[in-house]
């Protein structure tokens, strides 16, 4: 089976009410990638877009990284969907999408299940937007408010079915009965039922019997947890221990230590998922611009990194997991340093190599 690249896909470059309100007027992820400093010699910080700082509510945006999905061999895009029981935070470019059928835009949804917290500024325990579940009623009202998503030509669908991630099916009370319910709808609508698939952050997946068909990697959050306990265990002491000290001197010394990218991406090579899973990768990791010195930091590939790990990855999907998705961490995520849009420094590096490397498989 041909490889086919799905990004990951952050809505969030745009103004809402609720931004407003809880982080300042006019907020967005731009703020954050913008004020960040450099933290260590060479860090590279700020990150800085070759485009420039755009507006996700603006149509010719959507366009152009339409565009330069196809040019590069990027097969689609995974939107994060954020629903709480009927209430929907940055929906608008997905609608904007929808509405305008003529930007050839292949796409999925990942329901980003979590409550929204001051996780930014150090306040994780205060909630800003809780998550509930709720009953049947809204289940089919979220059912609804997703068909005419489902029903776009341009959906990623695996055997006439929509694909849909579930973020944290652990943390749904009855994910079962749910997603019976829309794959019944689904059947109802015209649809041949839901591709359900479960997102791997750990290395354990929801034992519940429930209607999955697939499973995908998550990176890389899935292989920073599997650096083994004792590791995990001396991250959290240093962590406690320099926080202490930067409270005492005034200092700003990091409180995790820099991860080489091919420690974490040969963890993310070794470890198998289970047959049937798409396989993840990420583009670096730096969340500086949001955790400053609480930051986690994994140093960014080189091209030839970046092409090995990918090449591999192709082939455990193809060879044990028997599968071709291959999701990547991410399109846009500029605030956590893992994005594939072209900046100053890199240009189209991901880009390139993403198509240079699928070539190889033709």
Not at 271 to 297: K, L, M, V
């Amino acid at each position: 089976m041909q490889p086919k690249v799905i990004a990951f896909y952050l809505p969030q470059f745009h103004a809402i009410p609720e931004n407003d309100e809880w982080w300042g007027k006019g907020f967005t992820d731009w703020v954050n990638v913008k004020k960040a400093q450099p933290l260590f010699s060479g860090h590279n910080q700020p990150r800085t877009p070759l485009k420039g700082y755009y507006d996700l509510t603006d149509a010719e945006t959507l366009r152009w990284q339409a565009g330069l999905a196809e040019k590069y061999n990027v097969s689609g895009f995974c939107f994060y969907h954020y629903w709480f029981a009927g209430k929907l935070l940055l929906e608008k470019p997905a609608e904007i999408l929808l509405k305008h059928t003529d930007i050839n835009m292949p796409f999925c949804f990942s329901w980003a299940n979590e409550p929204w917290a001051r996780t930014w500024d150090g306040k994780a325990k205060q909630v800003l937007m809780p998550q509930d579940y709720g009953n049947e009623s809204d289940w089919k009202d979220h059912f609804n408010y997703l068909l005419p998503f489902f029903k776009d030509s341009r959906y990623i669908k695996v055997n006439g079915k929509p694909m849909f991630l579930i973020y944290k099916t652990r943390s749904i009370p009855h994910c079962a009965e749910m997603m019976n319910m829309w794959i019944e709808l689904a059947k109802e609508n015209g649809l041949d039922g839901i591709h359900f698939v479960q997102t791997i952050r750990e290395n354990q997946l929801d034992t519940r019997n429930l209607p999955f068909s697939a499973n995908a990697e998550f990176e890389p959050a899935r292989s920073i947890r599997l650096q083994g306990a004792c590791t995990l265990q001396a991250q959290r002491v240093r962590r406690m221990i320099i926080r202490t000290f930067n409270k005492i001197t005034g200092k700003q010394c990091l409180t995790n230590a820099i991860i080489p990218f091919s420690k974490i991406a040969g963890i993310s090579l070794s470890t198998d998922s289970p047959e049937g899973t798409y396989a993840g990768i990420f583009a670096g990791w730096d969340n500086s611009a949001r955790r400053n010195t609480d930051a986690t930091i994994i140093l960014p590939p080189t091209k030839n990194e970046f092409a090995d790990y990918l090449r591999e990855k192709i082939k455990q999907t193809q060879n044990k997991y028997h599968t071709n998705f291959i999701f990547v961490n991410a399109w846009n995520e500029w605030a956590e340093g893992t994005y594939l849009e072209p900046d100053t420094l890199n240009q189209y590096m991901f880009l390139e190599t993403i198509n240079e490397v699928l070539r190889e498989f033709e």
